[in-house]
């Protein structure tokens, strides 16, 4: 079975700061996707950002990239440039690339914190 | 489309009564997924529909819990004999997925219940 730890049950930082947030997870298979969710207090979960574990280049959306380290099983997020609005809670997530259920393994999340 | 839409926001319910949760994904997606979250944890994979078929369920689904997806639209979601235990967050997703490749879920708001 997939599993999926972010090891920063916290973190906080000031307005404009990078700040990065890690992610391990655990298989055996060679092709699946790997997400980031980000879920406002209160608000529905959104897509952050998505890798394809065969693509070796890191997916990147304006402020939000990825680093993956697919010998590591290490799929970090960094935030360039935080924002208020970026306070939420972030959730790596796993789903493996092959017919069936295509679910998703979430980790146990990072709340982020923004300050002003 | 407005996205995933999920009914009622939150419920608050006496033990042992019944409750249903209604969820209307998004109109081009294929794929309907039930997830639960408690407090402070990442979802739980539930159950999932293929059009109409639900075609998999977590053993987290006890015989309590029923889902139905009639004509391929809209999803309820059951609990029956509700249990302190149940109290937690009902998320509904809904995705795309061509052959194997998935464009990642669209979750609706949630409904949270509370079981007293």
């Known amino acids: 079975a997939q599993t999926v730890t972010q090891s920063q049950p916290e973190m906080s930082v000031q307005e404009a700061e990078t700040v990065t947030l890690s992610c391990t997870y655990d298989?055996?298979?060679?092709?699946?996707?790997l997400f980031w969710y980000k879920q406002p207090p209160s608000r529905q979960m959104i897509l952050v950002i998505r890798q394809e574990a065969y693509k070796q280049q890191n997916a990147t959306e304006n402020r939000f990239s990825v680093n993956f380290q697919k010998a590591a099983k290490s799929f970090s997020l960094k935030i360039s440039d935080s924002q208020l609005g970026d306070t939420a809670m972030y959730f790596c997530a796993f789903m493996r690339s092959t017919q069936g259920a295509q679910k998703l393994v979430f980790g146990q999340g990072t709340r982020l914190t923004i300050n002003p | 489309d407005t996205g995933v839409s999920q009914n009622p926001r939150h419920k608050i319910t006496k033990r042992g009564q019944n409750v249903t949760f209604r969820c209307d994904p998004i109109?081009?997606?294929?794929?309907l997924y039930w997830y639960r979250q408690t407090l402070g944890q990442g979802p739980e994979f539930l159950t999932y529909f293929q059009n109409e078929a639900q075609l998999e369920k977590s053993r987290l689904l006890s015989d309590r819990f029923s889902a139905e997806r009639p004509k391929g639209s809209f999803s309820t979601l059951e609990i029956q004999r509700t249990e302190q235990g149940d109290s937690a967050m009902y998320l509904c997703?809904?995705?795309?997925?061509?052959?194997?490749?998935?464009?990642?879920?669209?979750f609706g708001s949630g409904t949270r219940l509370t079981v007293v």
């Open positions: 109109s081009e997606h294929n794929r």
């Open positions: 298989t055996s298979e060679n092709n699946y996707y």
């Open positions: 997703a809904s995705s795309l997925v061509v052959l194997i490749t998935s464009y990642g879920y669209t």
